[in-house]
């Protein structure tokens, strides 16, 4: 199961990402022109540079106008950056200690990714079910949710009718949603998967959905976006448990977490038995020269 690290060095890597394009091309403009996104003064910014950065802060597939954007941020930052230079603000005490302290957070990181790509960590079923097990509390429905399904129909005497043939049988709920229905749901057969109170807007539309019971159907419900006939096809009660495929996505998420959380403790526990660490805890507390 391939592992990505990404997550957990996001902030880090988009501080570091902008401390390299801020000081990329201070020199010439380079010779093909067509490859320049960018310029303030001599500094450029290059489709390579404005590619490199979007991908790193996994904006793949971005749009014209977060390009845009991407490019305004640069050129903002760059101004920044050259008076920073120009006030010789580089040369702060701080202002390094600063920039180290990220650099090596960065680098650190880059070995965990590393380490992650190297390492095949799975998760068993049976490690999931163990785990699903040992945690059981910690997945119960602390609401009520309801698989809900509908039909929109344009006018209420339309879905009278429509109500009619559900209460006759001559049709199932999905048969006519798919044929009858204008919502967006109708290729579903009207299923709107589970949801929560909050997931219905409409305080009176929540009131008439919940208190149906598993398979009971709702009357037409109007509104001002046409009329609506519900059916709750299933219902779960708060304090139920879920079935164990309905969050095994979860559970396994959870189990790479703590495995890799695991794999960098005994990682640094071996770059420590090789290494000349010290801890002076009288020091611990001692102030910085200068300091109250």
């Known amino acids: 199961m391939k592992i990505s690290m990404k997550s957990a060095v996001c902030c880090t890597v988009m501080l570091n990402v902008a401390l390299v394009l801020t000081q990329c091309q201070c020199s010439s403009i380079p010779e093909d022109p067509d490859s320049v996104v960018a310029?303030?003064?001599?500094?450029?910014?290059?489709?390579?540079?404005?590619?490199?950065?979007?991908?790193?802060?996994?904006?793949?597939?971005?749009?014209?106008?977060?390009?845009?954007?991407?490019?305004?941020?640069?050129i903002r930052t760059e101004l920044l950056y050259q008076e920073a230079l120009r006030l010789n603000l580089d040369g702060d005490d701080k202002t390094v200690?600063?920039?180290?302290?990220?650099?090596?957070?960065?680098?650190?990181?880059?070995?965990?990714?590393?380490?992650a790509a190297d390492s095949a960590i799975v998760v068993s079923d049976e490690e999931v079910e163990a785990y699903f097990e040992a945690n059981r509390q910690e997945f119960v429905y602390l609401e009520p949710e309801l698989r809900v399904s509908v039909i929109v129909l344009p006018d209420v005497t339309t879905a009278r009718q429509v109500r009619n043939q559900l209460s006759r049988r001559s049709a199932t709920f999905e048969e006519l949603a798919r044929t009858r229905s204008i919502h967006a749901s109708s290729v579903d057969g009207g299923d709107l998967g589970f949801l929560k109170r909050a997931d219905i807007s409409d305080v009176s539309v929540q009131e008439i959905v919940f208190s149906l019971s598993a398979g009971q159907v709702s009357r037409p419900v109007l509104s001002e976006n046409g009329s609506f006939i519900f059916r709750v096809a299933e219902r779960r009660e708060a304090g139920a448990l879920p079935p164990l495929d309905e969050v095994r996505g979860e559970i396994v998420n959870r189990v790479l977490r703590d495995k890799r959380r695991e794999l960098v403790r005994r990682y640094v526990d071996a770059l420590r038995q090789t290494a000349d660490v010290e801890i002076h805890d009288g020091n611990l507390m001692r102030p910085e020269p200068g300091g109250p």
Do not use: C, G, I, Y
Not at 46 to 73: C, G, H, I, W, Y
Not at 97 to 115: G, P, T
């Open 97 to 115: 200690r600063d920039l180290d302290r990220m650099r090596r957070e960065h680098l650190a990181n880059v070995v965990l990714e590393h380490m």
């Open 39 to 74: 310029r303030v003064n001599q500094s450029t910014l290059t489709v390579d540079e404005l590619n490199a950065e979007l991908d790193a802060t996994a904006l793949f597939a971005a749009t014209p106008q977060m390009r845009k954007d991407r490019v305004s941020d640069w």
